[in-house]
């Protein structure tokens, strides 16, 4: 479990830098997600990953809006890293280099 859990934790990378940075408390909290889901569904394991404080700061989505009643739109940054980093890659797997997803696809998906 330890293994599979650090391996994770190798995958879903953060930074040391910005609010947690000094705090050791998030930080084991945020290793504990790949412990709890180190052999669970990969859906579960997401959900909290994205849910962690730790990764919003990292990711500058904490305190964004999914709507632009404001007159703002919403931060793409997270939505771009989980397809792109997190899940299905940049270029599909057929041999052929074509993209897996466009501009559109990041900013329905960063409103939800």
Do not use: C, H
């Not at 859990?5 to 990378?13: G, H, I, P, R, Y």
């Not at 989505?61 to 771009?80: H, I, L, Q, S, V």
């Amino acid at each position: 479990r330890q293994r599979v859990a650090w391996a994770l934790s190798q995958t879903f990378v953060t930074s040391a830098e910005g609010d947690f940075a000094t705090l050791t408390e998030p930080w084991a909290n945020y290793y504990d997600i790949f412990v709890r889901n180190a052999f669970g569904n990969f859906k579960e394991l997401l959900r909290e990953v994205t849910y962690s404080p730790v990764m919003g700061t990292y990711l500058s989505y904490r305190r964004n809006t999914a709507t632009d009643y404001n007159g703002k739109y919403p931060d793409e940054n997270y939505a771009r890293e989980i397809m792109q980093l997190f899940t299905i890659g940049l270029e599909t797997l057929d041999g052929k280099g074509g993209q897996t997803y466009d501009n559109d696809n990041i900013m329905d998906f960063a409103r939800i």
